[in-house]
């Protein structure tokens, strides 16, 4: 895996293996393609207690660590997902749900292990930006009612038949 300039790094307490292999699970292009342990005692534990793991989502490296809890994960840094068919769109916002993630308001979810996922309609923003202000408010406002994005109902809205 080449390194990129600027690579997302999560911080997890034990799971960062586990965390890495579901979301590879879920994602085409996606894989873990290295988990090193730290070989020397850290402030986070004994030798072998820290987990390095790289991965891949969508072919876009990542790196995830296991070293014991320090700050939870919130809604200030979340990963956004563009999706072109409502199929997909609930393909990936099922998957993240699975074995307790939470769904919260406008395509936003938490997965079982706290981070924030915004799963979005690809068109969402050619919508919301229509120069017509009233058909992009008509599907803001149809946005701010839902949990998972519904296109056919956005698309609606901004045509007016909904």
Request: aromatic fraction near 10%; charged fraction near 20%; proline fraction near 7%.
């Given at each position: 895996?080449?390194?990129?300039?600027?690579?997302?790094?999560?911080?997890?307490?034990?799971e960062?293996e586990?965390?890495?292999?579901?979301?590879?699970?879920?994602?085409?292009?996606?894989?873990?393609?290295?988990?090193?342990?730290?070989?020397?005692?850290?402030p986070?534990?004994?030798?072998?207690?820290?987990?390095?793991?790289?991965?891949?989502?969508?072919?876009?490296?990542?790196?995830?660590?296991?070293?014991?809890?320090?700050?939870?994960?919130?809604?200030?840094?979340?990963?956004?997902?563009?999706?072109?068919?409502?199929?997909?769109?609930?393909?990936?916002?099922?998957?993240?749900?699975?074995?307790?993630?939470?769904?919260?308001?406008?395509?936003?979810?938490?997965?079982?292990?706290?981070?924030?996922?915004?799963?979005?309609?690809?068109?969402?923003?050619?919508?919301?930006?229509?120069?017509d202000?009233?058909?992009?408010?008509?599907?803001?406002?149809?946005?701010?009612?839902?949990?998972?994005?519904?296109?056919?109902?956005?698309?609606?809205?901004?045509?007016?038949?909904?």
């Amino acid at each position: 895996m080449s390194i990129q300039k600027i690579t997302p790094f999560l911080w997890y307490a034990k799971e960062a293996e586990e965390a890495a292999a579901f979301y590879a699970s879920i994602f085409p292009d996606s894989r873990v393609t290295r988990v090193n342990t730290l070989p020397s005692e850290s402030p986070s534990g004994p030798p072998g207690s820290v987990k390095v793991v790289e991965f891949l989502l969508f072919g876009q490296p990542f790196v995830a660590m296991s070293a014991g809890p320090l700050d939870p994960f919130n809604h200030a840094v979340s990963f956004s997902v563009s999706c072109d068919s409502q199929a997909e769109l609930d393909r990936y916002w099922n998957a993240l749900l699975q074995r307790g993630g939470s769904p919260e308001q406008c395509g936003w979810l938490k997965d079982r292990y706290g981070l924030s996922w915004q799963i979005i309609p690809s068109i969402l923003g050619e919508l919301m930006g229509d120069p017509d202000r009233a058909r992009a408010k008509r599907v803001a406002d149809a946005m701010l009612k839902m949990v998972k994005f519904d296109i056919a109902a956005l698309q609606a809205a901004h045509a007016g038949t909904r």
